[in-house]
């Protein structure tokens, strides 16, 4: 089991390194940097000794260099705009954005847990089929759009729930079954494919035919049984949260990572952009680890592979 | 009796509905302006915020209502699908592409070279496609070649991890074995003798695509890192209309509604292709 914690955590040390690489490159695409430190009128003698104060006439692998040891003593610079270093306002941003992805996950499990086990035991009944319409349409709605309709609907027409916001309970209904609602459909296949294999599995007949009542084994029984290959999955729908969270929070005038980071890319203020994407890279990286790591403990087959 | 017996027999089951969709999306991309109720930037705004036809107040010459500055919403969305079909048709040839390609040089040679490709690939999915978009468009100019290239960044790993996994398998046959000794130069094996065999993958793969690519570009366009003004793209639309979202319910409505439809047709007809195609890919 060390061996495969080792192995995963260096594949993901691997790839928050590349996940870095790329970030400071893309970066560098928009221009010199100089050019945003100084006022245009600069004199060239001034250019050149910003550039040699910064670092910046050296070639490029010994600028990431500089850039990754600041990175990693958590010196991304200063924010522009918040004029605070751009560390401490993603960390600050950062509670709230768990906070949504949680309640967004809370709401997809809610909804699929439900309907994939009733979709397996009435199998091609009427919740099957309007499951599986409601699974396409979700697919094909973007998560702006549903959170566009939910506010129009239930913040505007019926006035239940505010529109934007954060502080009360009410103010992360609409925003986590806008985040919510996209990872529904998928998560309901799993919940149904996975009760369908158990409920025709022999300890489930043996149940049945010692006269265990049919609630029982289906929610208890069974259900327990097909809950793992959805509970293996959570971390992959928590770092697909972290990447709608984007958009939700940008509509919903949610004070998260994501909304923080949009805002930088209209002020152009750079160090809150690259703190930003590299703290939900590092976040989804970690997510994608958990996962690995609870097939791991489900099934040694997997820790025992190469 | 089936309601499509008087098909000719070719076309019996066909997915019509969502071709029929598609089709439409095609035809006001290619020929919108001669078709168009109206110019979509005409500015009237005597007819600002005039709700669709069944609605009280309501004019029949505006089918699906007019915006806040009185520009008539279906010949937006008539000339915003140009918009999607354009970027679908460029970041799936692109992405499509240089995922098979990598794909197969992974598949085909393995060893290091497979090695690095598929670090490469894991560290392309460590950065989640949003992130990634946001800080392109911070760095380069938004606008209708920054979505390509980002959709393109993110999605060549998906199609390379797929198409690897079916070179490995196909390496194996004598076939290709028997290519090798007769002395077949290794680009010949990969157009004659590869490809052919992952061309149906490839294509189940593209389609399928196309929704992910229409909620993605709109998705970009809406935060404004997308395709800009006068320029007209739905996400676009949805972004203006959310500014006066408590006059016109409508406004907000029916671009989504495009998309949705669009996706909708494009997911079915895919599905309906890979069951008949490759039915292998149903995990997807």
Same mark, same amino acid.
């Not at chain 1, 870095?20 to 010199?32: N, P």
């Not at chain 2, 692109?94 to 690939?121: C, H, K, N, Q, T």
């Given at each position: 089991?060390?061996?495969?914690?080792?192995?995963?955590?260096?594949?993901?040390?691997?790839?928050?390194?590349?996940?870095?690489?790329?970030?400071?490159?893309?970066?560098?695409?928009?221009?010199d940097p100089i050019l945003?430190l100084l006022?245009?009128?600069?004199?060239q003698s001034l250019i050149e000794e910003t550039r040699r104060t910064y670092g910046l006439d050296r070639?490029?692998?010994?600028?990431?260099?500089?850039?990754?040891?600041?990175?990693?003593?958590?010196?991304?610079?200063?924010?522009?705009?918040?004029?605070?270093?751009?560390?401490?306002?993603?960390?600050?941003?950062?509670?709230?954005?768990?906070?949504?992805? &949680?309640?967004?996950? =809370?709401?997809?499990?809610?909804?699929?847990?439900?309907?994939?086990?009733?979709?397996?035991?009435?199998?091609?009944?009427?919740?099957?089929?309007?499951?599986?319409?409601?699974?396409?349409?979700?697919?094909?709605?973007?998560? +702006?759009?549903?959170?566009?309709?939910?506010?129009?609907?239930?913040?505007?027409?019926?006035?239940?729930?505010?529109?934007?916001?954060?502080?009360?309970?009410?103010?992360?209904?609409?925003?986590?079954?806008?985040?919510?609602?996209?990872?529904?459909?998928?998560?309901?296949?799993?919940?149904?494919?996975?009760?369908?294999?158990?409920?025709?599995?022999?300890?489930?007949?043996?149940?049945?035919?010692?006269?265990?009542?049919?609630?029982?084994?289906?929610?208890?029984?069974?259900?327990?049984?097909?809950?793992?290959? =959805?509970?293996?999955?959570?971390?992959?729908?928590?770092?697909?949260?972290?990447?709608?969270?984007?958009?939700?929070?940008?509509?919903?005038?949610?004070?998260?990572?994501?909304?923080? &980071?949009?805002? #930088?890319?209209?002020?152009?203020?750079?160090?809150?952009?690259?703190?930003?994407?590299? +703290?939900?890279?590092?976040?989804?990286?970690?997510?994608?680890?958990?996962?690995?790591?609870?097939?791991?403990?489900?099934?040694?087959?997997?820790?025992? #592979?190469? | 009796?089936?309601?499509?017996?008087?098909?000719?027999?070719?076309?019996?089951?066909?997915?019509?509905?969502?071709?029929?969709?598609?089709? %439409? *999306?095609?035809?006001?991309?290619?020929?919108?302006?001669?078709?168009?109720?109206? @110019?979509?930037?005409?500015?009237?705004?005597?007819?600002?915020?005039?709700?669709?036809?069944?609605?009280?107040?309501?004019?029949?010459?505006?089918?699906?209502?007019?915006?806040?500055?009185?520009?008539?919403?279906?010949?937006?969305?008539?000339?915003?699908?140009?918009?999607?079909?354009?970027?679908?048709?460029?970041?799936?040839?692109?992405?499509?592409?240089?995922?098979?390609?990598?794909?197969?040089?992974?598949?085909?040679?393995?060893?290091?070279?497979?090695?690095?490709?598929?670090?490469?690939?894991?560290?392309?999915?460590?950065?989640?496609?949003?992130?990634?978009?946001?800080?392109?468009? %911070?760095?380069?100019?938004?606008?209708?070649?920054?979505?390509? *290239?980002?959709?393109?960044?993110?999605?060549?790993?998906?199609?390379?991890?797929?198409?690897?996994?079916?070179?490995?398998?196909?390496?194996?046959? @004598?076939?290709?074995?028997?290519?090798?000794?007769?002395?077949?130069?290794?680009?010949?094996?990969?157009?004659?003798?590869?490809?052919?065999?992952?061309?149906?993958?490839?294509?189940?793969? %593209?389609?399928?695509?196309?929704?992910?690519?229409?909620?993605?570009?709109?998705?970009?366009?809406?935060?404004?890192?997308?395709?800009?003004?006068? @320029?007209?793209?739905?996400?676009?639309?949805?972004? @203006?209309?959310?500014?006066?979202?408590?006059?016109?319910?409508?406004?907000?409505?029916?671009?989504?509604?495009?998309?949705?439809?669009?996706?909708?047709?494009?997911?079915?007809?895919?599905?309906?292709?890979?069951?008949?195609?490759?039915?292998?890919?149903?995990?997807?």
């Amino acid at each position: 089991m060390w061996r495969f914690l080792t192995r995963r955590a260096w594949q993901g040390a691997i790839s928050i390194l590349g996940a870095s690489i790329i970030i400071f490159l893309i970066s560098r695409l928009s221009g010199d940097p100089i050019l945003i430190l100084l006022p245009n009128d600069a004199s060239q003698s001034l250019i050149e000794e910003t550039r040699r104060t910064y670092g910046l006439d050296r070639p490029l692998w010994v600028q990431y260099g500089i850039w990754a040891q600041k990175a990693l003593a958590g010196d991304f610079g200063r924010s522009y705009r918040w004029e605070m270093p751009a560390l401490r306002l993603i960390l600050e941003r950062l509670p709230a954005t768990i906070e949504l992805a &949680v309640f967004g996950l =809370l709401f997809s499990v809610a909804i699929a847990v439900p309907v994939g086990v009733l979709s397996a035991v009435h199998r091609g009944g009427w919740i099957d089929r309007v499951g599986r319409v409601f699974a396409m349409l979700g697919q094909a709605m973007p998560t +702006f759009w549903v959170g566009l309709l939910l506010i129009l609907v239930f913040a505007i027409h019926l006035n239940w729930l505010p529109a934007f916001g954060h502080g009360t309970p009410a103010h992360v209904v609409l925003p986590a079954i806008a985040l919510g609602w996209y990872p529904v459909a998928a998560q309901t296949r799993i919940v149904r494919s996975a009760m369908l294999d158990v409920l025709d599995s022999d300890h489930v007949r043996l149940s049945r035919a010692l006269g265990t009542p049919e609630r029982l084994i289906v929610w208890k029984y069974a259900l327990r049984n097909a809950a793992v290959p =959805l509970l293996t999955m959570l971390g992959v729908y928590f770092a697909a949260m972290l990447g709608g969270a984007f958009v939700v929070e940008t509509i919903f005038a949610w004070p998260g990572v994501g909304r923080t &980071v949009v805002e #930088a890319v209209f002020s152009r203020d750079f160090p809150v952009v690259q703190a930003g994407v590299l +703290f939900t890279s590092i976040l989804f990286v970690l997510s994608n680890l958990l996962v690995d790591l609870s097939y791991g403990l489900v099934d040694p087959r997997i820790r025992d #592979a190469r | 009796m089936r309601a499509d017996g008087w098909l000719p027999e070719w076309a019996r089951g066909l997915p019509w509905l969502p071709i029929l969709v598609l089709l %439409a *999306v095609g035809v006001c991309a290619l020929a919108g302006e001669t078709i168009m109720p109206f @110019d979509p930037n005409e500015l009237d705004l005597g007819a600002a915020f005039v709700p669709p036809p069944w609605q009280e107040g309501g004019k029949t010459a505006y089918l699906l209502g007019a915006d806040n500055l009185g520009r008539d919403i279906l010949s937006r969305i008539m000339a915003g699908s140009r918009v999607s079909v354009i970027v679908a048709f460029y970041a799936i040839l692109f992405s499509g592409s240089i995922g098979a390609l990598i794909g197969m040089v992974a598949g085909y040679f393995g060893g290091p070279v497979d090695a690095v490709l598929m670090r490469l690939i894991e560290i392309q999915q460590s950065v989640p496609s949003i992130a990634l978009a946001l800080i392109l468009a %911070a760095a380069l100019e938004p606008g209708l070649w920054t979505v390509v *290239v980002v959709i393109v960044l993110t999605y060549w790993a998906w199609y390379a991890r797929i198409i690897r996994g079916e070179i490995m398998a196909l390496k194996g046959r @004598d076939y290709i074995a028997f290519a090798r000794v007769a002395g077949v130069s290794t680009p010949v094996i990969f157009l004659r003798h590869l490809l052919p065999n992952i061309f149906n993958t490839l294509v189940v793969l %593209a389609t399928l695509q196309v929704g992910q690519v229409i909620l993605f570009e709109a998705s970009l366009s809406f935060l404004g890192l997308g395709i800009q003004q006068p @320029d007209i793209s739905w996400g676009l639309m949805l972004s @203006d209309a959310r500014q006066y979202i408590t006059n016109a319910w409508w406004a907000i409505t029916m671009p989504g509604l495009a998309i949705m439809l669009t996706c909708l047709s494009a997911n079915v007809f895919g599905d309906w292709l890979r069951d008949r195609l490759d039915p292998q890919l149903r995990q997807l």
